[in-house]
């Protein structure tokens, strides 16, 4: 038996006790169209193997049992499991290493950015809006841990801050964008946390901000001032000064505010005017 197959594999319920096995027997439809009873044995399936990896106590990287294996856990067919699969995998719940096997996924925020991403690239009416609503979010929760940042920041922090918003500055002199500097920056603000989750969500948002801002003007004034700003929350940091830190994260985020509310109302006049 594989690796895998040597841990406890018992056929579970969603509550987690043992079965003989999910009843596999064709059940009266009450109506219900085909496509919804296949959907909802999916999550079913996809269910059972969530319990199964917290029964196992299983790690993210650690491997699942085999598919015939799971099969016999979760008492259900090949191509159940396969479908359940699809969907946590989907969710970076579980990993598929084609030719390796199944492994419990990094528990990543990939499928959140996805929804986000998407909602705001549906509606070039809504793109915006959802632009304004992760602004304010990302603003929340900086400026409302601002205590804790300056608590728990250390000389290599700060050095770094200090570094990334000089490498910021000197970009904007260039007349270049500096994408990638600007989310490293944050994510440092927030890793004084120690808080994984919110390093997550951190660079989660960034991810969805870069991807749905749709067609924010961008001028080698306004990369200068947002270097500049990201300067002041840097000296603010190193200074210590929590205060200082909420002002200059709140100077930082108004030009953006204000670039977004323009090219709204822009696009409701050129709406109003088809």
Known sequence: MSDAGMLSVTRITTEGKAMSGTNLSPQPDNGIPARRRTRHLRET????????????RLRPGDPLPTEAELCDAVGASRSSVREAVKTLAALDIVEVRHGHGTYVGGMSLAALVESLAFRGLLSQADDHLVLSELVEVRQTLEQGLADQIIAGLDDDHRSELSLLADGMRQKAADGKEFIELDREFHLMLMEPLGNNLILQLTGAFWDVHT???PSLETTSESLRVTAEHHCDIAAAAVA?????????????YEPIRASIAGARAQRGTASSEV
Do not use: F
């Open 45 to 56: 399936v996809a269910d059972d193997i969530k319990q199964l990896i917290l029964q196992q």
């Open 211 to 213: 991807i749905v801002a």
């Open 240 to 252: 210590g000064d929590a205060d200082a830190l909420r002002t200059a994260i709140a100077n930082h």
